[in-house]
C-alpha cells in the first residue's frame, strides 16, 4: 500500500495530539481508503501527518482503523464524540446533505520529538491541500528521518 501525506491544521493537529480529536473528517479519500470503509480489512498504509502553516512540517505520522462513511446526519452520528468539532464545524464543513463525506480514525499516532521539514529535504515539495500519495524520492528521506 502506498504512504499518503496528509495536510492538517495547526488547530486540528493540536487536537489530535492531546487526544481530544481522533477522527479525522475528510471529503474525499484515496480509493484503497474507500474500499474499507465499514469493514475489518487490515489497514497498513502510513499517514504522515503534515502540519500546516505557519509549521509546514512533517511532524508524525499514524495508521487508518475505522474508515467512517455516509452522508453529513448519518456520519455525525457516527464520529460526534470523536472528531474534535463541534456540530456547527461539523455541518459547515459536510455542507451537502446529498453527498458523502468520510472520518478517518486516527490509530497508533507517533508524533517525533523533532519535526520533519519537506521544504528543505524533498526538492520541489509541495503539501497538497488535503492529501497525497508520497513518491518512492519523497518517501526516503522521510524514512532516513525516521531512523534518526
Known amino acids: 500500500m ?14 489530535i495530539k492531546n487526544g481530544s480529536k481522533t477522527v479525522e473528517i475528510r471529503k474525499t479519500v484515496p480509493n484503497f481508503a474507500e474500499s474499507t470503509v465499514g469493514g475489518d480489512k487490515p489497514r497498513e498504509w502510513l499517514w504522515y501527518l503534515y502540519e500546516s502553516a505557519p509549521v509546514k512540517k512533517v511532524i508524525g505520522f499514524f495508521q487508518v482503523g475505522q474508515v467512517f462513511s455516509g452522508p453529513p446526519a448519518e456520519l455525525w452520528k457516527e464520529v460526534k464524540k470523536t472528531c474534535g468539532l463541534t456540530e456547527e464545524q461539523f455541518f459547515e464543513y459536510c455542507s451537502n446533505p446529498n453527498k458523502k463525506y468520510y472520518g478517518l480514525e486516527i490509530k497508533d499516532l507517533v508524533v517525533w520529538d523533532e519535526t520533519f521539514d519537506p521544504y528543505k529535504n524533498i526538492p520541489g515539495f509541495k503539501p497538497g491541500q488535503n492529501f497525497r500519495y508520497l513518491k518512492e524520492h519523497e518517501l526516503i528521506p522521510i524514512l532516513n528521518f525516521r531512523k534518526g
Not at 502506498?2 to 488547530?11: C, F, W
Open 2 to 15: 502506498p504512504d499518503i501525506l496528509i495536510s492538517i491544521n495547526q488547530k486540528w493537529v493540536k487536537k
